[in-house]
T-cell receptor
Framework: GQNIDQPTEMTATEGAIVQINCTYQTSGFNGLFWYQQHAGEAPTFLSYNVLDGLEEKGRFSSFLSRSKGYSYLLLKELQMKDSASYLCAVSGYSTLTFGKGTMLLVSP | ETGVTQTPRHLVMGMTNKKSLKCEQHLGHNAMYWYKQSAKKPLELMFVYNFKEQTENNSVPSRFSPECPNSSHLFLHLHTLQPEDSALYLC??????????????FGPGTRLTVL
């Protein structure tokens, strides 16, 4: 089975840096995804990691340690529009299993 | 716009009604998915279709019945639902390829309320 754990809520200030952690236990691993979901909208793809290390894409970076079952999403230079839910999802043998999501609130 | 559309966007139905949710993807993908998203819970995978064949059914009650007439269209037929079935129902699609990651593209969802 799959078990994915991430914090329920986080708050941060505009311009700051925030790190959202995700830990997982899975029976198969074929990569880890991060999605962003604004209220009332569809989840949108942010990043994918399958090998250990850091993947950087603009203001967003994602890190993976397979041996520790751990990932984080790093958001730099936070903007108000970054207020959203961030979903960690693990790809098993055939499908994605999602965590409950971390609601990030960015304040001025 | 992600290339995945869903109709209706909002639906209110009684427990004795029969309704259908529709999903269409314009991305040329070969796999489609139904997810349920309830408050305070993770996205729950309901059904997977790969090349129009149902490959997964995650112990979903029979009051939910999927249909995939072709690789671009996916339906979810609803009948005799319960109030606890009220949720956001999301459709997604992906291009399944061996040896590559299969990013899923989501539709905007149908917000379902069962009275």
């Amino acid at each position: 089975g799959q078990n994915i754990d991430q914090p329920t809520e986080m708050t941060a200030t505009e311009g700051a840096i925030v790190q959202i952690n995700c830990t997982y236990q899975t029976s198969g691993f074929n990569g880890l995804f991060w999605y962003q979901q604004h209220a009332g909208e569809a989840p949108t793809f942010l990043s994918y990691n399958v090998l250990d290390g850091l993947e950087e894409k603009g203001r967003f970076s994602s890190f993976l340690s397979r041996s520790k079952g751990y990932s984080y999403l790093l958001l730099k230079e936070l903007q108000m529009k970054d207020s959203a839910s961030y979903l960690c999802a693990v790809s098993g043998y055939s499908t994605l299993t999602f965590g409950k999501g971390t609601m990030l609130l960015v304040s001025p | 716009e992600t290339g995945v559309t869903q109709t209706p966007r909002h639906l209110v139905m009684g427990m004795t009604n029969k309704k259908s949710l529709k999903c269409e993807q314009h991305l040329g993908h070969n796999a489609m998915y139904w997810y349920k998203q309830s408050a305070k819970k993770p996205l729950e995978l309901m059904f997977v279709y790969n090349f129009k064949e149902q490959t997964e059914n995650n112990s979903v009650p029979s009051r939910f019945s999927p249909e995939c007439p072709n690789s671009s269209h996916l339906f979810l037929h609803l009948h005799t639902l319960q109030p606890e079935d009220s949720a956001l129902y999301l459709c997604a699609s992906s291009q399944e390829r061996r040896g590559a990651y299969n990013e899923q593209f989501f539709g905007p969802g149908t917000r379902l309320t069962v009275l």
